[in-house]
Antibody, heavy 121, light 107 residues
């Protein structure tokens, strides 16, 4: 069965950086894009960006441009999201989410369990 | 960016009730509209994609309609396990954006 398993919770300091991993299993990794979506406590869902698992292509939300980097390790069926220059406003649960098909983007049919990132000042 | 709005922000329903949630996009998104259910402490779960297509294996009491800028999500017969927050999301253009959510609880 399709699974996305994310790395564990992180506690970071103001100005630091965090790298969250998302390991996929149960399907052919290459070809299905992965997005990262975050949810601050008690708030809604915010799309951060998308990475292709087939080519070295990314699309980031303008809000995160310059601070976020999404990469893939095809040999390990793993996607990474690194966010730098952290502030307390970055405290959130970060999810990876898979596109439903190889031909579509943005319809997320499988999600990771979420990774809580807490930023202290 | 395309702004997504939802109404109502919350509602209470009894078992067996018909529940309807509305979602509006600030621009024409054709049928690129998805609906998710999120239960406390859990990741969102895709219910409807392409405005009206039920995800395989999803309960048939969930349905979606609409195109362009106005969309509707319906639970035909509300069940206890449907207590959750429901989000609409557009996948027409980047950045993908979500509605603020509709909290549905048990009356």
């Amino acid at each position: 069965q399709v699974q996305l398993v994310q790395s564990g919770p992180e506690l970071k300091k103001l100005g630091g950086s965090v790298k969250v991993s998302c390991q996929a299993s149960g399907y052919t990794f290459s070809g299905y894009g992965i997005s990262w979506v975050r949810q601050a406590p008690g708030h809604g869902l915010e799309w951060m960006g998308w990475v292709s698992t087939l080519m070295s292509h990314t699309d980031y939300a303008q809000k995160f441009q310059g601070r976020v980097t999404m990469t893939t390790d095809t040999s390990a069926s793993t996607v990474f999201m690194e966010l730098t220059n952290l502030t307390p406003d970055d405290t959130a649960v970060y999810y990876c989410a898979r596109d439903k098909t190889m031909a579509t983007r943005g319809d997320f049919d499988y999600w990771g369990q979420g990774t809580l990132v807490t930023v202290s000042s | 960016d395309i702004q997504m709005t939802q109404s109502p922000s919350s509602l209470s329903a009894s078992v067996g009730d018909r529940v309807t949630i509305f979602c509006q996009a600030s621009l024409d998104i054709r049928d690129s509209l998805n609906w998710y259910q999120q239960k406390p402490g859990r990741a969102p779960n895709l219910l409807i994609y392409g405005a009206s297509k039920l995800k395989t294996g999803g309960p048939s009491r969930f349905s979606g309609t609409g195109s362009g800028t106005h969309f509707t999500f319906t639970i035909s017969s509300f069940q206890v396990e449907d207590v959750a927050v429901y989000f609409c999301q557009q996948s027409d253009s980047l950045p993908f954006t979500f509605g603020p959510g509709t909290k549905v609880d048990l009356k």
